[in-house]
């Protein structure tokens, strides 16, 4: 989105959906580290809204408990490879005991994720989007189903706080915002364009 003003700030605004796939996947490190590298240049600068840490920390517990169970799974799927692939029986086990190990360690896994989370969210500027005003604000956008409150089952107000969030920081330059919640933010199956809303 970009802002009509003459500032040259670009702020990032991550919506808590995102963040918890950024922290549960050890895959998605990298993602986390450029992220990081990107907020070191000049002129950008990472958004943190009280609504979005309040959400990811209470999905924090989960993260790390989603990927045990996981890793179970696999583990679980690899003694049934056994019985069923004995050519690669060996394989498998050292596979095994390799997957135990690095369970065993917390920093082989999502912990450094967290760890990375944690010190971008030390480093953005934290933003009150919980005023009276602003749950006045999105209790009547949920009530009225105006997006981002567009479905009667999923709509919340972290959704509409988030996005006044959005509207706030684009007086004062241009906002690039991520979320994986598409329906209730996009123009139908335009995903790269706002509701009209």
């Given at each position: 989105?970009?802002?009509?003003?003459?500032?040259?700030?670009?702020?990032?605004?991550?919506?808590?959906?995102?963040?918890?796939?950024?922290?549960?996947?050890?895959?998605?490190?990298?993602?986390?580290?450029?992220?990081?590298?990107?907020?070191?240049?000049?002129?950008?600068?990472?958004?943190?809204?009280?609504?979005?840490?309040?959400?990811?920390?209470?999905?924090?517990?989960?993260?790390?408990?989603?990927?045990?169970?996981?890793?179970?799974?696999?583990?679980?799927?690899?003694?049934?490879?056994?019985?069923?692939?004995?050519?690669?029986?060996?394989?498998?086990?050292?596979?095994?005991?390799?997957?135990?190990?690095?369970?065993?360690?917390?920093?082989?896994?999502?912990?450094?994720?967290?760890?990375?989370?944690?010190?971008?969210?030390?480093?953005?500027?934290?933003?009150?989007?919980?005023?009276?005003?602003?749950?006045?604000?999105?209790?009547?956008?949920?009530?009225?189903?105006?997006?981002?409150?567009?479905n009667s089952r999923s709509s919340s107000v972290g959704d509409c706080l988030l996005w006044s969030t959005v509207l706030k920081s684009i007086k004062k330059g241009d906002v690039w915002f991520c979320t994986d919640n598409k329906h209730?933010?996009?123009?139908?199956?335009?995903?790269?364009?706002?509701?009209?809303?």
């Open positions: 989105f970009q802002s009509k003003s003459k500032y040259m700030s670009r702020f990032i605004i991550i919506d808590t959906c995102v963040w918890i796939v950024l922290a549960k996947e050890p895959n998605l490190y990298d993602l986390l580290e450029t992220l990081k590298t990107i907020l070191y240049q000049k002129n950008f600068v990472l958004v943190l809204p009280k609504s979005v840490k309040i959400e990811f920390e209470r999905h924090r517990g989960q993260i790390e408990a989603d990927w045990n169970n996981k890793c179970k799974r696999l583990i679980s799927g690899m003694k049934d490879g056994r019985k069923h692939f004995p050519d690669y029986s060996e394989d498998l086990l050292k596979l095994h005991n390799d997957i135990q190990n690095a369970l065993a360690n917390p920093n082989s896994h999502v912990e450094n994720n967290l760890k990375l989370v944690d010190a971008l969210f030390e480093q953005a500027i934290p933003m009150n989007n919980c005023s009276e005003l602003m749950l006045a604000e999105a209790g009547r956008r949920v009530f009225n189903r105006t997006a981002p409150a567009l209730d933010f996009s123009q139908g199956d335009r995903y790269d364009l706002p509701h009209e809303d």
